[in-house]
């Protein structure tokens, strides 16, 4: 059934945020066609044109809580955590262009 | 008492020394360190062992024994943890190279729960990358070895808890469920391992692989201590807006209970022939007729779209995990390369990602982008729910004609490592039998029943949902008769591994 070209896998990577390597690109696109394969068999079950799908196990709807403030977890804490940080915030690369 | 004998003890015993202060927690905690040093160069369960934090947290349960306070039932007993699990100021990785130095800034609460309960936290163990895989071999830091033959897998993706409880190097292990990866371990290495029902254990600080499936659960060496650690762990948590608000089943009296008289025993017809060993399918068969023997009413049930839970499973599980695996952005936690200044936010994400995660996890992202990718979404994830709810309805109908059903819970023995990395697809079959329990939400359990080729294999009950207990009620009552028939727990023959 499907078949996977490496240039649909780099899309699907840079979709992914995934910097993959050309010989990276190549096994995949092998491999997703195996596995897209075998899971394909999915489109056999006919009788499921008229059920209703399951999202989730527990049928558990708009759960809330009382809007009250609470503690969060410290700010130095957390960003001791990240790979940068400076003034109290996480420092990230370049957004803009440089322009 | 040696410290190695303190070692060999079942939870229930170990917590019972303790109270009756035959030893304290402080010795339990050292012997298990003792063994942990001895035998973890060959097994490699653990990625962290945190020895200080758990002789200090054994020593409070000793001063609080000693001031009089009331012990709870684990009080004192050793505990690993899966590395998936966040502990506040011991690293946590869930095995990728992405979150390698990670230190979270706060627990799980299962595990501020268990420590409450006096749960000593030795470490935490391997796992596939973030639990993705059925034999540990997709770990960031190297595989786990299993007890019973180091050259084979013990199972994934909680491979590390398993191997670190059938090695006797903690008498308690947590894990997480997704597809499998509770069950197939402990099947393969001759231990217990339970996905409770989904919602039934918080998911409050369990790293996110796939939420509509993923559930954190007990792996023990007994029926019993899996379901004391079951109660200790379990209960609605308002931080997890999953979790059931209702009673936690009565797992601890259904183990001791060992009464299956007149249960109707399901045995799925779909879950046996094609792809199951002849010597799993062999026990399975002599275990049916041992419940028959106990008093079970054995009937056949069939759940025709089981067929279909793999490919289902193969779509929803990816789909998530895409989606989930979005918040390692190099942003705010874990690693971050190439910023070099020039190159642009995006740049040095997809650099990042592409250098922390493992082959199974980008296969798992790409595979799950594609499958909700616009054009495919109806063919492949929406075609997989509507699947998922003709499941569930196999089960329901299933529960109509019998109490429980059972099957084997892993298709074959542990097979030797390296067998089935390089092929996704035969990987993926290790949770034909598993699977079908995530998708539906019930509890289900694996519990050993004997060896095939000299390697243990274990047996699957399936319970409905928040019926928990009669997991523990069939677990209790056969495996009091298969020890009758062994002698004693199939783990006394696992090898001896200390050098």
């Given at each position: 059934m499907p078949e996977i070209t490496r240039e649909e896998v780099a899309h699907l990577a840079r979709l992914s945020r995934l910097a993959l390597e050309d010989a990276e690109l190549d096994a995949l696109a092998a491999q997703l066609d195996v596995i897209l394969g075998a899971v394909a068999?999915?489109?056999?079950?006919?009788?499921?044109?008229?059920v209703p799908p399951t999202t989730h196990a527990v049928p558990l709807e708009n759960v809330t809580r009382p809007d009250v403030v609470r503690p969060s977890l410290d700010r130095d804490t957390v960003l001791a955590a990240a790979p940068a940080a400076e003034d109290g915030r996480f420092r990230v690369p370049r957004i803009l262009d440089a322009e | 008492m040696s410290s190695a004998d303190l070692?060999?003890?079942t939870a229930a015993e170990t917590a019972a020394a303790i109270a009756s202060r035959e030893v304290s927690a402080v010795e339990v905690a050292q012997a298990h360190l003792e063994r942990i040093s001895s035998v973890d160069g060959a097994v490699?369960?653990?990625?962290?062992?945190d020895a200080d934090g758990a002789l200090a947290a054994a020593a409070r349960v000793d001063a609080a024994r000693a001031a009089g306070t009331a012990l709870g039932p684990l009080a004192g007993v050793p505990l690993a943890m899966k590395d998936v699990i966040v502990t506040q100021g011991i690293p946590t990785t869930a095995g990728s190279r992405i979150l390698e130095g990670w230190v979270p800034p706060y627990d799980a609460t299962i595990l501020t729960r268990l420590k409450g309960a006096g749960l000593v936290l030795l470490g935490k163990t391997n796992m596939d990358e973030f639990a993705m895989?059925?034999?540990?071999?997709?770990s960031a830091y190297g595989p786990t070895f299993n007890p019973?033959?180091?050259?084979r897998i013990p199972g994934g993706s909680g491979g590390g808890s398993a191997a670190a409880v059938a090695a006797y190097e903690a008498p308690l292990a947590v894990g997480t469920d997704t597809g499998g990866s509770i069950r197939q371990p402990a099947s393969v290495t001759g231990t217990v391992g339970v996905k409770p029902t989904?919602?039934?254990?918080?998911?409050?600080g369990l790293i996110a692989f796939s939420s509509s499936l993923d559930q954190a659960g007990p792996c023990a060496r007994t029926v019993l201590d899996a379901a004391l650690l079951h109660e200790a762990m379990a209960g609605h948590d308002p931080?997890?807006?999953?979790?059931?608000d209702a009673p936690v089943p009565p797992v601890v009296a259904a183990a001791r209970s060992g009464d299956v008289a007149g249960l109707r025993v399901g045995v799925v017809r779909?879950?046996?022939?094609?792809?199951?060993e002849p010597g799993v399918q062999q026990r399975f068969e002599e275990a049916v007729a041992l419940l028959s023997d106990l008093g079970a009413k054995v009937v056949e049930v069939s759940c025709p779209h089981f067929a279909y839970a793999l490919p289902a499973y193969y779509l929803i599980a990816p789909s998530e995990a895409s989606s989930n695996l979005a918040?390692?952005?190099?942003?705010?936690?874990g690693l971050r390369v190439d910023?070099?200044?020039?190159?642009s936010l995006e740049e040095v994400m997809s650099a990042t990602r592409a250098a922390g995660f493992g082959a199974e996890v980008k296969r798992r992202i790409i595979l799950g982008t594609y499958a909700l990718s616009s054009g495919y979404y109806d063919a492949y994830y929406g075609q997989a729910q509507k699947v998922r709810t003709l499941i569930t309805r196999d089960f329901a109908a299933a529960f109509e004609i019998a109490d429980v059903l059972v099957s084997p819970?892993?298709?074959?023995?542990a097979f030797p490592?390296?067998?089935?990395?390089?092929?996704p697809l035969a990987m993926y079959r290790q949770d034909l039998a598993t699977i079908p329990s995530n998708l539906y939400g019930g509890p289900a359990m694996s519990l050993p029943m004997g060896l095939s080729e000299g390697l243990p294999v274990g047996l699957q009950v399936m319970a409905p949902t928040m019926r928990d207990d009669l997991l523990y009620q069939v677990a209790g009552a056969l495996e009091a008769a298969l020890h009758d028939r062994w002698g004693g727990n199939l783990l006394a023959s696992v090898p001896e591994l200390a050098a």
């Open positions: 068999q999915i489109s056999q079950v006919t009788e499921a044109a008229d | 070692t060999r003890f490699h369960a653990f990625l962290h062992v895989g059925s034999s540990t071999e997709h019973w033959d180091l050259g989904y919602g039934g254990v918080s998911r409050f931080a997890d807006s999953t979790s059931i779909e879950l046996s022939g094609e792809g199951y918040r390692f952005d190099s942003v705010r936690y910023d070099d200044g020039v190159r819970a892993s298709p074959g023995v490592l390296g067998a089935k990395v390089d092929d």
